[in-house]
């Protein structure tokens, strides 16, 4: 333990006033200031910390030995990791926060984005400065001989953050039709799953929509007033249409409600196998309109039951029992939704 | 701000390697006609064959990046299609675009030579260019007819790049729908 303190003590100790070492004890001396703060100074100290922390990477990374450790064989040229660690460090500072950093959500795309053509610019930078005798660095337009070279680093740069971007492109899509997530994407020429495949379809959360939607329509009614609806609806479809509109406004604004208006609703009611008036089933099916793996839409079902329920209800000072027949409805959960999923 | 990152086990790896697969082609490919059509010389040709390629690459991804938000909801539907399931079936306007996309490259590997050379501040004119390089035995004889005649016509020679390597592409890409097509679907 002692070992580690000395040695990090004389590898942090400044061999010469202007050195790396310096601009990283400024920049400890700023988080360590800043910690003690209130919240306005604490912002301006520590940019500072920021500032004094990139200054003393570049410093540091440009180093002989280190930048030889740095430098790595690539197929056509070397790779110098330098640039790409100072310029993830300005996008931390510029746009990043340490909130939610596992997740990347605490980074906002442009950030990813714009480290690889800031590093870019990093590297390049030198080929614009022309050092003089008289120590002042000049502004130079570089050598034609570089140029080529500086083009093609350039652009190469660019292509990774397209990249980056094109990521960025397919979450935005998988955002907008979460129901993707269920597919298979091994065919896929451009995406690869790291994960194996636990989404499941978002049929399910459509019909348990619907199921809630149709509940607060039926439950409470009278039995006579529910037979009639059931009546209505072997008569004509708007019930389907009316309930389809209800659960497209109840998950339009949820996450991937995009995609509501690719989920479309059937369903049907059959009397029992006897006929005796007893109860009625409910068939639910909500079929995926959208892109899939098999180039089928697909369909959800959820099963359900209507049920007379005779409540008792007794007023007091009153020795009769009034009795009322309401309807309740029971829906099966959808379960494991592959097994549901019948191909069209 | 709502959070943009949910799906991180999607990564658009094949797409890169496809890219880096396509763009070697590419390079290679041009850079041959470059040289056979312009008497660049080798090292000459590769690298204004990879300079191109890369800025045309780019310009296209740009492209789809400013695109892709007005492009009708079927339209949307049918790139997703394509980028998670493979390509299955060709509709014409997809021939349209691939055409056009031709005839764009084209235009931008036209101009983004020029550019080059006027950023290199190079002649237009390659003089003097028996002195890069070994040529090859069958291309002195032919390359001496090439100089007494004309000057190379770089239009032309950026054209026949451009379709070689179009061509190949195209070919990679039916392969790779064919055997997509020989497997059936799970």
Redesign the interface.
Same mark, same amino acid.
């Given at each position: 333990m002692k070992d580690l303190f000395a040695s990090l003590r004389s590898f942090l100790t400044p061999k010469d006033l202007a050195s790396w070492q310096t601009f990283m004890l400024l920049s400890i001396f700023s988080v360590v200031m800043g910690a003690f703060m209130s919240s306005l100074a604490q912002g301006i100290v520590s940019s500072f910390g920021w500032f004094f922390l990139i200054v003393a990477v570049w410093w540091f990374v440009y180093g002989k030995d280190v930048q030889t450790a740095l430098t790595f064989n690539a197929i056509f040229t070397k790779v110098f990791l330098g640039p790409w660690i100072i310029s993830t460090l300005i996008v931390l500072a510029v746009f990043g926060s340490w909130n939610g950093f596992a997740?990347?959500?605490g980074v906002?795309?442009p950030a990813f984005i714009s480290i690889a053509p800031i590093a870019a610019i990093i590297a390049l930078a030198p080929k614009f400065i022309k050092s003089s005798k008289e120590k002042t660095p000049q502004f130079t337009i570089p050598a034609?001989k570089d140029?080529?070279g500086m083009?093609?680093f350039f652009?190469?740069h660019?292509?990774i953050a397209?990249?980056f971007?094109?990521?960025?492109?397919?979450?935005?899509?998988?955002?907008l039709?979460p129901s993707?997530?269920a597919?298979?994407?091994s065919?896929?020429?451009?995406?690869?799953?790291?994960?194996p495949n636990i989404s499941v379809s978002r049929g399910r959360e459509v019909l348990n929509a619907a199921e809630n939607d149709l509940r607060d329509r039926l439950n409470n009614q009278s039995w006579s007033a529910i037979e009639r609806w059931l009546f209505e609806s072997k008569v004509s479809n708007q019930w389907i249409i009316d309930l389809e509109r209800n659960v497209q406004s109840r998950l339009k604004n949820k996450?991937g409600g995009g995609e509501m208006?690719?989920w479309t609703l059937s369903g049907k009611v059959d009397a029992d196998t006897y006929d005796s008036g007893a109860y009625y089933n409910l068939v639910l099916n909500a079929t995926w309109k959208?892109?899939?793996?098999?180039?089928a839409p697909y369909i959800v079902s959820k099963r359900c039951e209507l049920i007379p329920k005779r409540m008792f209800n007794r007023r007091t000072k009153s020795d009769v029992v009034e009795t009322k027949v309401i309807g309740t409805l029971k829906c099966a959960d959808v379960k494991d939704t592959t097994s549901f999923i019948k191909k069209v | 701000?709502?959070?943009?990152?949910?799906?991180?086990?999607? =990564?658009?790896?094949?797409?890169?390697a %496809?890219?880096l697969l396509f763009l070697f082609m590419a390079i290679a490919i041009e850079a041959a006609v470059l040289n056979e059509r312009l008497n660049l010389g080798r090292k000459l040709s590769m690298?204004y064959a990879?300079?191109v390629n890369?800025?045309s690459?780019?310009v296209g991804?740009?492209l789809?990046?400013v695109v892709?938000p007005w492009l009708p909801?079927a339209a949307?539907? =049918?790139l997703?299609?394509y980028?998670? %399931?493979?390509?299955?079936s060709v509709p014409p306007t997809v021939y349209l675009i691939g055409f056009t996309a031709f005839v764009l490259t084209f235009a931008l590997k036209l101009q983004g030579i020029q550019f080059?050379e006027l950023?290199?501040?190079k002649n237009t004119l390659p003089v003097a260019q028996e002195f890069i390089g070994p040529r090859k035995f069958q291309g002195r004889k032919r390359q001496l007819e090439l100089s007494a005649n004309t000057q190379p016509n770089r239009p032309m020679a950026v054209l026949w790049a451009n379709a070689f390597s179009f061509v190949a592409i195209t070919v990679i890409l039916i392969i790779?729908v064919l055997v997509?097509q020989m497997n059936p679907?799970?």
């Open positions: 997740n990347l959500s906002a795309p034609i140029r080529q083009v093609l652009l190469s660019l292509l397209c990249w971007q094109f990521y960025f492109l397919l979450q935005g899509w998988l955002n039709y993707l997530m597919e298979d994407f065919r896929s020429s451009f995406v690869v799953r790291i994960q996450l208006d690719l959208g892109p899939t793996a098999s180039q | 701000m709502p959070p943009i990152i949910n799906y991180t086990d999607i =990564l658009p790896l094949r797409a890169i %496809f890219q690298q990879a300079t890369l800025l690459t780019i991804w740009v789809l990046f892709e909801s949307r539907q =049918l997703v299609e980028v998670f %399931f493979g390509v299955r080059l950023l290199l501040e790779r997509d679907i799970a």
